[in-house]
């Protein structure tokens, strides 16, 4: 699609009385929103224990009008589909539901003097749910577009993060009953708006295991020790050459194993990261990793007078890497609406939920939830909700010109 008549497609939209209405109460609404936000937060749910905080956000679905359940993965799915519209393809919008960090009490989340939300979860991807409540009471202002080749679908995720593998996401574009009618997937992780994903960050997991018969440090001397096989495992592969492109990365984010300084380990483990934009440097990646892992066991064997160590490599993740072409017509939308609304964002590859659809050749994108957020990942993490209106009105105005004309 020319810019020219995506430009001309969001602004002709972006006029009409209803949308304005719906663009002007996101703004009105704000301390709603937040309070919003500070509500869901509070519902802890780490990953693959979001029921609860599911369960929640089903129930603020229904009270905006929107039919909402649970599906056999534990997302939330909400429509807004009028009689005679089933036939139509749907544009998700999508937030996930899990965080790293779960709150301990109620307390742990909580507004500061300044304004900021703060505590485990509350950008990352509090930010993304309150946006999908939002957006969800929004649509339910303005109604659904006359016209319209699509119908929204509005669906908060599970298993996103971590060895959640993007668990949700995957059951919706490939097991669910809405797997082959979803046309593109907006996807809202975190706070900003200052970048759009449109390259997926491909990974694969790994936990790397070595062991052996253990015993004590003086007596037992000698026998092989599943300690000094994975230290050297993780040295032979953090050896692997990493310059040149495709960008790539590796990473040992855990380490355990033993009890006692005076004791062999019995068992030592590790778990592996391995990143890059194309999956061809991924496997060759995970060759290097593999032929660590026997490197390390043949030479502790060798050196051991008795009891021999033995390695396992067991993967626990796999994000495929793909990227979103850049004629497609949900970027030339996106462009667009960030040009009627001031924003000046970025293309960027990131590892979210878009991989899946990515990967499948469904349209998809990141994006941000609008205001400012940092310490992703840790229990001290913050969001501050000033200027988040202008997130969630590109968030509504996006959805809205999708439902209107399309992603293809």
């Known amino acids: 699609m020319a ?39 509070r519902v802890p ?20 009008g929107w039919r909402a359940h649970l599906d056999p993965a534990g997302n939330v799915v909400a429509t807004l589909a009028e009689e005679g519209d089933d036939a139509l393809p749907y544009i998700a919008l999508t937030a996930h ?16 003097s300044d304004g900021k939300l703060r505590g485990p979860g509350v950008a990352d991807n509090g930010a993304g749910l309150a946006a999908l409540l ?43 009953k809405l797997a082959k009618r979803v046309a593109a997937y907006v996807v809202v992780d975190g706070a900003h708006t200052d970048h759009i994903t449109v390259r997926a960050l491909g990974s694969r997991r790994f936990d790397l ?50 009890a006692s300084v005076n004791a062999i380990a019995s068992q030592a483990r590790a778990k592996v990261d391995i990143r890059s934009e194309s999956n061809a440097r991924i496997d060759e990646l995970v060759v290097a990793l593999h032929d660590a892992a026997e490197r390390a066991q043949d030479f502790e064997n060798q050196r051991a007078a008795s009891g021999k160590v033995s390695g396992r490599l067991k993967e626990i993740g796999s994000r495929p890497a793909a990227r979103l072409p850049e004629n497609a017509a949900i970027l030339q939308f996106a462009r667009s609406v960030d040009g009627h609304l001031g924003i000046r964002a970025h293309l960027e590859c990131s590892s979210t939920d ?40 590109r968030i509504l105005l996006l959805l809205i010109t999708l439902l209107r004309h399309g992603a293809a």
Not at 49 to 59: I, P, T
Not at 220 to 241: C, K, M, Q, W, Y
């Open 3 to 41: 810019n020219a008549l995506a430009a001309g497609a969001v602004s002709e939209i972006a006029q009409r009385r209803e949308i304005r209405d719906a663009l002007q109460w996101l703004t009105r609404e704000k301390h709603w929103i937040t309070d919003i936000q500070l509500q869901l937060c």
């Open 45 to 64: 749910a780490p990953t693959f224990l979001e029921q609860k905080r599911a369960e929640w956000m089903a129930e603020q679905f229904r009270e905006y």
């Open 97 to 112: 539901l899990d965080t790293v960090f779960a709150p301990r009490l109620r307390e742990d989340i909580y507004i500061d």
């Open 134 to 176: 939002a957006t969800a009471r929004a649509l339910s202002i303005c109604g659904l577009p006359e016209g319209r080749v699509a119908n929204p679908v509005l669906v908060a995720n599970v298993g996103e993060e971590g060895e959640g593998n993007l668990s949700g996401i995957r059951y919706l574009c490939n097991q669910s």
């Open 209 to 258: 295991t070595f062991t052996g018969h253990g015993g004590h440090s003086w007596s037992d001397s000698g026998i092989g020790n599943p300690v000094h096989a994975l230290a050297r495992a993780i040295t032979f592969f953090t050896e692997t050459p990493m310059n040149g492109g495709p960008r790539s990365a590796i990473n040992v984010g855990v380490m355990e194993g033993g």
């Open 354 to 393: 878009a991989n899946v659809p990515l990967s499948l050749g469904i349209p998809a994108l990141s994006i941000g939830a609008g205001g400012q957020g940092g310490g992703a990942h840790t229990p001290a993490e913050w969001f501050s909700p000033e200027g988040r209106d202008l997130g969630l009105k």
